[in-house]
């Protein structure tokens, strides 16, 4: 067990859905990324939160949107779901200063059918 | 923008054999990490090792090692004595760290790797 805890582990929707993915970060990280991984774009960075407010964005869809709450746990929430969007979608988190790399959550298997 | 290339999508080796994974990576920054990490088939993403960009000395931990040419913009991965645990998808990742806390993964393709007994 990382101490990354992501939910749910498998999940399988219909296009034009919404799903929304939580993580909750290793005890005393504030630091929340979002990392989608699919077979043919690899790890992509998504989003970064850092004690409830955004960080920094890479390639986040406009239909996706996350957030950050006071108990620090993030949400990621996917809109109008697309087939491209299934894939792999990890949580990751970090006590941010000194540069140890993430850790990772076990990531939510989401397939759009 | 930095790049992460991994020219090896896949690579074989027998246990107890030593085998290197090799990275090269693009940037125009001084001060950066470099970390290896490793997805076996439960997806979970391990970090196997990091390096600093300003230590001249090569990380070390257990029997994975790296070979880091900052001016080659090289990071290459050795896996000595191989064994049947270590088969998995290895990840060459860079980070710059950013003003204000914001620590970027820029990831590789990865190279799967299969140790066969």
């Known amino acids: 067990d990382s101490g990354v805890t992501q939910t749910p582990k498998h999940l399988i929707t219909a296009t034009g859905q919404r799903v929304t993915l939580r993580c909750s970060p290793r005890s005393g990280d504030l630091s929340v990324y979002w990392y989608q991984q699919s077979l043919d774009q690899g790890l992509q960075f998504l989003i970064q939160y850092y004690n409830g407010e955004e960080r920094a964005k890479g390639n986040i869809l406009e239909r996706f949107s996350a957030q950050q709450f006071p108990d620090l746990h993030s949400e990621l929430n996917l809109s109008s779901l697309e087939l491209g969007d299934s894939a792999l979608y990890f949580c990751?988190?970090?006590?941010?200063?000194?540069?140890?790399?993430?850790?990772f959550g076990s990531g939510t298997r989401l397939t759009v059918v | 923008a930095q790049t992460v290339t991994q020219s090896q999508p896949e690579m074989s080796v027998q246990e107890a054999e030593t085998v290197t994974l090799s990275c090269t990576y693009d940037?125009?920054?001084?001060?950066?990490?470099l970390f290896w990490y490793k997805q076996p088939p439960s997806r979970q993403m391990i970090l196997v090792i990091r390096?600093?960009?300003?230590?001249?000395q090569n990380a070390t931990e257990n029997r994975f090692s790296v070979n880091f040419q900052k001016a080659a913009k090289s990071f290459s991965l050795k896996i000595s004595d191989s064994q049947l645990g270590d088969t998995a998808m290895y990840f060459c990742?860079?980070?710059?760290?950013?003003?204000?806390?914001?620590?970027?993964?820029?990831f590789g393709k990865g190279t799967k790797l299969t140790v066969n007994p």
């Open positions: 390096q600093e960009a300003y230590k001249q």
């Open positions: 990751a988190s970090s006590a941010g200063g000194l540069v140890r790399g993430y850790t």
């Open positions: 940037t125009s920054e001084n001060n950066y990490y």
């Open positions: 990742a860079f980070m710059k760290p950013l003003q204000g806390g914001s620590e970027k993964l820029v």
